[in-house]
């Protein structure tokens, strides 16, 4: 059983960062692709990027790519979510799930942290 934990989530200005980790207890990240997803006011969860444990990286929503990042840190059995100029529209409730494979759909994930709220104010 994978228990994975997000934080680093909070108020910021638009234009401003964060990152959010997620972090695991039980067995190790290696193995597992890692993918964010969010969820904001009224809206459905849509998957945000993906990291395989290959290291390789996937983009689901082509309004964060060049603001986003996605990256391992194996040792501490971490992923990180770097946003950069985050706009109004990224706030959101940000999950971060496993599976075996990246992909965008939410429900093919078989593990899920709690969520980390994100709110940007313009």
């Known amino acids: 059983q994978v228990h994975l934990v997000e934080a680093g989530g909070g108020l910021v200005q638009s234009g401003g960062s964060l990152r959010l980790s997620c972090e695991a207890s039980g067995p190790s990240l290696d193995d597992y692709a890692i993918g964010w997803f969010r969820q904001g006011p009224g809206k459905e969860r849509e998957g945000v990027l993906c990291i395989s444990s290959s290291g390789g990286s996937s983009y689901y929503v082509d309004s964060v790519k060049g603001r986003f990042a996605i990256f391992r840190d194996k040792p501490k059995s971490a992923i990180y979510l770097q946003m950069n100029s985050l706009k109004p529209e990224d706030t959101a409730i940000y999950y971060c799930?496993?599976?075996?494979?990246?992909?965008?759909?939410?429900?093919?994930?078989?593990?899920w942290g709690r969520g980390t709220q994100v709110t940007v104010s313009s």
């Open positions: 799930a496993a599976h075996r494979s990246c992909g965008s759909d939410w429900f093919r994930y078989d593990y």
